[in-house]
């Protein structure tokens, strides 16, 4: 079971992101555990202010330090100390496939999610123990990349994705992208399904799959293949494929 803590201003989106599919099932069937708590819970006025000018002056607001240290505290004393405390931001690591599996292995994390112009940096420097990015653009918020990572690790859970197989064929498991999918009609807008996935000759179609995984990752992501794990047969097609 993943135990998952989420700080934020708007918890409804958190909440209806995970309330769909795999995740919603997980979290029903008691896989997923987890919290979403609203900074405004956390804060000590009348108005429940999370956000302020910024020092220096320039455009926008910053969110302040004191909700965060607040929220995160009641989350050490009712949830226990988390194994890490994550900080959704474009100038975190780059998530990936991997960092979904090692997250997915932990057994509590905490996600921050910030909006306007960031948050103070004395969160990412006390409370953050690692920084995450889902990809070089600028959100309005943290929320997205949350719902991301609580997506991508959960599915990595044992048992939240129905059959464990459909894990390990998924893109980027094995560092590949994903061989194309057809189902029924077999012909549409006059385009047919290949063969050899209607021959019912298992042998083939996983060739005819491994080698289509392959040659679109070499068009598209040749940069994976580097580090993709890839056996013997697989080497061989490529070296021919370039050839
Ligand atoms: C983001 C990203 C992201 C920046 C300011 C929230 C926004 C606002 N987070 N990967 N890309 N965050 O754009 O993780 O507070």
């Known amino acids: 079971m993943l135990k998952i803590d989420v700080l ?8 209806a992101g995970l309330a769909e599919g795999v995740v919603g099932r997980a979290r029903t069937a008691g896989l997923l555990d987890v919290v979403v708590h609203n900074l405004r819970d956390f804060t000590t006025d ?3 202010v999370v956000d302020d000018v910024p020092f220096g002056g320039g455009p926008g607001m910053v969110m302040k330090p004191e909700p965060f240290f607040a929220a995160l505290s009641a989350i050490r004393a009712q949830r226990g100390a988390p194994d890490a405390v994550i900080l959704l931001s474009p100038a975190g690591e780059r998530f ?9 292995a932990l ?7 910030g909006r306007y112009e960031g948050i103070d940096e004395r969160v990412r420097e006390v409370l953050a123990t690692e920084e995450l990015s889902i990809g070089d653009y ?3 918020g943290g929320e997205i990349p949350a719902l991301a990572v609580i997506d991508a690790a959960a599915r990595l859970v044992p048992g939240v994705v129905g059959d464990d197989s459909s894990v390990e064929a998924d893109s980027f498991t094995r560092g590949l992208l994903d061989y194309p999918h057809y189902t029924r009609p077999a012909e549409f807008e006059g385009r047919q399904v290949p063969e050899v996935l209607l021959s019912g000759h298992h042998a083939e179609i996983r060739r005819w799959r491994r080698e289509a995984a392959l040659q679109r990752t070499q068009q598209r992501r040749p940069d994976l293949l580097a580090t993709a794990a890839l056996d013997a047969h697989e080497r061989e097609w ?3 494929s370039k050839s």
């Not at 934020?8 to 909440?15: L, V």
């Not at 990936?96 to 997915?104: C, F, K, M, P, V």
């Not at 057994?107 to 999610?113: A, T, Y």
């Open 96 to 104: 990936s496939q991997d960092g979904a599996r090692r997250l997915s």
């Open 238 to 240: 490529l070296k021919r």
């Open 46 to 48: 009348k108005h429940h």
């Open 107 to 113: 057994g509590h994390f905490v996600l921050l999610c």
């Open 8 to 15: 934020t201003i708007f918890p409804r989106m958190i909440e």
């Open 138 to 140: 600028v959100l309005s």
